[in-house]
């Protein structure tokens, strides 16, 4: 069973950065590769970000792109999420999750294609 620990939410002002991290208990964590996903009150969880299994590929949702940046250390077992320049409407818990299949491709933004999640971290935006 994959442990995905989340770290480095709080409370922020508008315009402000956050710096998310997510430790992953896996050996061949970079044979898998990740994603980033939220959920506010009353809402879905929505895809925010994802990397491939090398780093060398990015894809974000359209409300985070030029604004969030997501990298990976494969040596570390851990994927970041860089958040700058923050909305209220980013508020929300936010989530790691590892694909279900190794060496998947193309990398999908499904979320029921993610097999292991975090237990999330919260990001509180105040405008």
């Known amino acids: 069973q994959v442990q995905l620990v989340e770290s480095g939410g709080g409370l922020v002002q508008a315009g402000g950065s956050l710096r998310l991290s997510c430790a992953a208990s896996?050996?061949?964590?970079?044979?898998?590769?990740m994603g980033w996903f939220r959920q506010a009150p009353g809402k879905d969880r929505e895809f925010v970000a994802g990397?491939?299994?090398?780093?060398?590929?990015?894809y974000y949702a359209d409300s985070v792109k030029g604004r969030f940046t997501i990298s990976r250390d494969n040596a570390k077992n851990t994927v970041y999420l860089q958040t700058n320049r923050l909305k209220p409407e980013d508020t929300a818990v936010y989530y790691c999750?590892?694909?279900?299949?190794?060496?998947?491709?193309?990398?999908?933004?499904?979320?029921?294609?993610?097999?292991?999640w975090g237990q999330g971290t919260q990001v509180t935006v105040s405008s």
């Open positions: 896996l050996r061949t964590f970079s044979t898998y590769a």
């Open positions: 999750a590892a694909d279900r299949v190794p060496y998947r491709v193309p990398f999908t933004t499904k979320t029921e294609n993610f097999g292991s």
């Open positions: 990397i491939s299994r090398s780093g060398g590929s990015t």
